[in-house]
């Protein structure tokens, strides 16, 4: 079996290492350099034509977008270190926190980012960033009530989906999301950054 992981540091690809560090498989890491765009060269095009981290090789079959990558890992790997749900309405309630993270709440804070300095001049919106704010803060609402009672996203243990949610908002607490807003989201994500994984991942 071989896994080769390519990622940048502090970057979409980072649940996904982290979620490496928890399961402790045997992993080649890549690390690309996005200032030098080494994910738009042809050798890198060629494995992913959407050109980007993170992208996980298995067995030489290329598998991109974090999601699925998290997926992957959580089928292949997590179910029998009990990192991942087995197949069944638990692993469907892990398919749609993770998906609701990147196209629902992730897609709002890049909204959100539409008046940032990262944003070309003449791209820039600040109405549409308010939008994005609006709607990012109403989901981290959801996220806080669906926290209540709860120690993790899913079931009764730590999995991958508390993994991609906690990274993620680590993210969004450095986009000036103040997380002490939704308490039971800041106590959960300090709660699973408290895991050593998450330390090793972060030194990427
Ligand atoms: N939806 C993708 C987003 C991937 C993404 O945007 N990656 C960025 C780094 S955060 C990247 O590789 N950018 C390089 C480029 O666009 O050239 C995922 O979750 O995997």
Redesign the pocket.
């Given at each position: 079996m071989s896994l080769v992981f390519h990622y940048?540091p502090w970057?979409?690809a980072t649940t996904c290492l982290w979620a490496l560090e928890e399961l402790g498989v045997p992993c080649e890491k890549v690390k690309v350099d996005?200032a030098k765009?080494q994910?738009?060269t042809p050798e890198f095009l060629a494995m992913n034509p959407n050109?980007?981290?993170?992208l996980l090789v298995h067995d030489g079959v290329p598998i991109?977008?974090?999601?699925a990558i998290l997926c992957h890992l959580g089928e292949t790997f997590g179910v029998q270190k009990k990192l991942f749900p087995e197949p069944g309405l638990q692993r469907a309630q892990a398919f749609q926190w993770l998906v609701w993270m990147?196209v629902s709440l992730g897609a709002a804070v890049y909204k959100s980012m539409q008046d940032s300095e990262n944003t070309p001049a003449e791209l820039r919106s600040p109405k549409l960033a308010a939008v994005g704010r609006g709607e990012a803060e109403k989901l981290l609402g959801m996220l806080d009530a669906h926290l209540e009672g709860k120690t993790w996203m899913v079931g009764d243990g730590f999995t991958l989906v508390d993994v991609h949610l906690a990274g993620a908002a680590v993210w969004i607490g450095g986009l000036g999301f103040d997380l002490k807003t939704w308490p039971r989201v800041d106590a959960w994500a300090k709660r699973c950054q408290d895991r050593p994984a998450f330390s090793a991942a972060m030194k990427g």
């Open positions: 940048a970057s979409s996005l765009k994910t738009q050109g980007k981290v993170p991109f977008e974090s999601v990147n």
